[in-house]
């Protein structure tokens, strides 16, 4: 009995040395980070003050909102392209590969984006071990990690889809209380319904 004790004994400390010297996953490829920031991006991430402090953790320093959004109705099939399109120093520039539709104003109306009809979006990302957190003040703290891919700057266009400007005109129209914003609201509701 003393025995089996002792070979179980030496097998858990086996198991738990062996655990403690594994080797951290390496962080996600740059193209991951693009895709998962992306993601959290064209469902309204940053549509609210909000969504916009919890997006630090994607960057390398955080910006403040905008007071005058720019936001962007591009197409859901977006394309996070498989490789670099540049690499410099320890710097990597990933592509989003983007079909811009429509943009829409403070006033809720829907407008031509102003952009071509295929465009792309372009991230300089850095391998790095420092990020920011907001925390439970309101105030935002660079602390040191694991090292992660951060995109380096903020992105001052606001990326959506439609089924996201759906959702967000339709919010809006019903918190304001201004008749010439809603009746935008309902036009740009109708239009980005007929999208769909």
Same mark, same amino acid.
């Given at each position: 009995?003393?025995?089996?004790?002792?070979?179980?004994?030496?097998?858990?400390?086996?198991?738990?040395?062996? !655990?403690?010297?594994?080797?951290?996953?390496?962080?996600?490829?740059?193209?991951?980070?693009?895709?998962?920031?992306?993601?959290?991006?064209?469902?309204?991430?940053?549509?609210?003050?909000?969504?916009?402090?919890?997006?630090?953790?994607?960057?390398?320093?955080?910006?403040?909102?905008?007071?005058?959004?720019?936001?962007?109705?591009?197409?859901?099939?977006?394309?996070?392209?498989?490789?670099?399109?540049?690499?410099?120093?320890?710097?990597?520039?990933?592509?989003?590969?983007?079909?811009?539709?429509?943009?829409?104003?403070?006033?809720?109306?829907?407008?031509?984006?102003?952009?071509?009809?295929?465009?792309?979006?372009?991230?300089?990302?850095?391998? @790095?071990?420092?990020?920011?957190?907001?925390?439970?003040?309101?105030?935002? @703290? !660079?602390?040191?990690?694991?090292?992660?891919?951060?995109?380096?700057?903020?992105?001052?266009?606001?990326?959506?889809?439609?089924?996201?400007?759906?959702?967000?005109?339709? !919010?809006?129209?019903?918190? @304001?209380?201004?008749?010439?914003?809603?009746?935008?609201?309902?036009? @740009?509701?109708?239009?980005?319904?007929?999208?769909?």
């Amino acid at each position: 009995m003393k025995c089996i004790l002792a070979v179980v004994l030496a097998l858990g400390a086996t198991l738990v040395s062996a !655990e403690a010297q594994a080797p951290t996953s390496p962080p996600r490829s740059p193209k991951e980070a693009v895709e998962e920031y992306f993601q959290f991006e064209v469902n309204g991430g940053r549509l609210t003050t909000e969504g916009w402090h919890k997006a630090i953790k994607f960057f390398l320093r955080p910006d403040s909102p905008p007071k005058n959004r720019r936001i962007v109705v591009i197409d859901r099939d977006f394309s996070v392209w498989d490789r670099a399109i540049e690499v410099k120093g320890d710097t990597v520039r990933i592509a989003v590969g983007i079909l811009p539709m429509w943009r829409i104003d403070s006033a809720l109306r829907l407008l031509p984006s102003g952009l071509t009809p295929k465009s792309g979006i372009l991230y300089d990302l850095v391998l @790095t071990d420092k990020h920011w957190e907001l925390g439970s003040n309101g105030q935002e @703290t !660079e602390v040191s990690g694991r090292p992660e891919w951060r995109i380096k700057q903020e992105d001052p266009v606001i990326w959506i889809t439609v089924d996201t400007a759906l959702r967000y005109v339709a !919010e809006m129209r019903d918190k @304001t209380k201004d008749p010439v914003i809603k009746k935008n609201a309902d036009a @740009t509701l109708a239009k980005l319904k007929a999208l769909e």
